[in-house]
């Protein structure tokens, strides 16, 4: 999972400096007694945090604060970029001036995190990744598309939100034309996608600006447009969202799908890895470090990865004996990838499956966790737009106040391929306990800034969505074989990702020796297979932070259990996890280590 927001984390430089704030406005209060390194600390996280949406307002979308709903920056540009460096240079001075010795307890956890999220900021932005920004699974027309659907973030509740995103979306082609200007900066040196991806891209514009406004994505607000209205209003909005998406959205991304087809495509590269770009290697291990919150090298991530897929197979081993089943493992993973009686009859009992397990997990829930959350969330199918180049799920948290549920995205595109033995792991997951406990639980939390409660750590929200699928038997499910099947599938899988990712990025694997040890090894589909591969090589580095995580989690709760033993509470034990929002993992190890010592006491 993206945290499941649009990943531009840039914010906006103060005209001023954050701790201006704190001074004595005026002689008369000069006998005040000055602000503690806590106070000052605590109002520096305000400060930022409002700073940061002012710049990234659909973060601020995204999270349910709606004060910039209609502003887009045009993240794209040079200048976009510089004030973004700075503004990670300035803050990371004016948190540096305060010495954290003294301050303990979530200020000092926010300002640990605060300075080395900055720090990473800065290292990883001297890459000029920038020119590559678009491919087929970071592909921004197809998260505005989303956005302006009206079944996302973007609210079309009243005529203001209606006329928020007029004034938002009419900014997008010059955004789509920025882009083409980094693009063809890229090309220049070399710093290009690979020609496989870019393929892809243009059935997806082609989806997304369809001439018949009835079909067009963008025209769905208009379509839907409530009833409270008055008659002006509705014939105003439909005249300008007709004029807006004919005459500027529509001609914008058509003139994309040209400059792709016949100036970048011919320029793209037909290697796949990042060692075919300027300093791909040092890019990768950066990835790789952000990612996974470690120091562990792709190499030894390559090596974990072998050990894991090793340990895994002989567990489904166990399957094949349990089942009696004839044949190699390879036999066996062809049998669950094609016979019929795993497939869905149509999208509607896909489903239905999904909403059962909910009534089914929901029993076990109260046994492990004693803290769930408030919001609630809803499952729907992934856009077909987009669904070809989706993985199997996914999960977008619910706004800041809850009104907007999460959105457990579930993928019908080609439901052949779609198992019912994958049901099981891919809720967990996605679902609950996995991300909507975790992103939910997070937003919920009292105490801590909000560049905490919305942000996060790959590998520790990833960690805990793979780690809760080993809880599988626990909460009541992969109770027969071949869902258990699904359950090690899952985990296989991302142990397969730490092999492929690495192999890809490090070792100069092919496309094609990266689908056909998927094959060999795991029972994915074919077009299951392909679009993984495709993903690592638009996403470099963060399908390493899924085993990452969830090893350093299963380690700790063994641990936990082992040293406590009678005193040892596994809701406890969660409860710790997640109270105090995404951690990088040796924060999370330090913090987990404190807690078993206090009750050893």
Known sequence: MKLRHLSLAIALTLPFSATTLLAAPSAAKSMQVAPSKSEQLEQLYVDYWEASLKLNPLQATFVGDERYNDQLPNFFSPEYRDESIAFSQNWLKKFEAINPDDVTGQTRLSYDIMVRSLKLD??????????????????????????????????????????????????????????????????????????????????????????????????????????????????????????????????????????????????????????????????????????????????QLHEIGLSEVARIHGEIRKIMAETKFKGSLQDFFHFMDTDKQFEYKDEQALLDRFNALRVKIDKKIPEFFAVTPKAGFEIRPIEAFRAASSAGGEYQGPSEDGTRPGIFYVNTYDLPTRKTWDSEDLYLHEA?????????????????PKFRRFGGETAYAEGWGLYTETMGKELGVFTDPYMYFGGLQGELWRAIRLVVDTGLHDKGWTREQVIKYMRDNSAVSETDAIAEAERYMAIPGQALAYKVGQLKIRELRTRASNELGDKFDVREFHDQVLKDGSLPMSVLEAKIDRWIASKKK
Not at 281 to 293: D, E, G, L, N, V
Not at 432 to 448: N, R, S, V, W, Y
């Open 432 to 448: 609950i306990p996995g991300h909507h406990f975790q992103i939910a639980i997070q937003q919920e939390l009292t105490g801590i």
């Open 122 to 299: 800065l290292e990883g932005n001297q890459f000029r990744t920038d020119l590559m920004p678009l491919n087929q699974f970071g592909n921004i027309v197809g998260s505005f598309a989303q956005l302006g659907s009206g079944t996302s973030a973007q609210p079309f509740k009243t005529v203001q939100d209606y006329d928020n995103w007029f004034k938002r979306a009419s900014k997008v082609p010059e955004l789509l034309a920025q882009m083409q200007v980094n693009m063809r900066e890229g090309m220049k040196i070399g710093m290009v996608q690979p020609k496989v991806l870019m393929i892809k891209v243009l059935p997806q514009l082609d989806d997304i600006a369809k001439d018949k406004l009835d079909e067009n994505i963008f025209w769905l607000p208009i379509k839907n447009i409530p009833a409270s209205f008055s008659a002006a209003d509705k014939s105003r909005l439909t005249e300008q969202y007709r004029t807006l998406i004919t005459q500027q959205i529509n001609p914008s991304i058509k003139q994309l799908r040209t400059f792709v087809n016949d100036e970048y495509l011919p320029a793209c590269r037909d290697t796949v890895g990042m060692q075919g770009l300027p300093d791909g290697q040092a890019i990768y291990a950066y990835r790789a470090k952000a990612s996974t919150t470690t120091d562990l090298t792709p190499k």
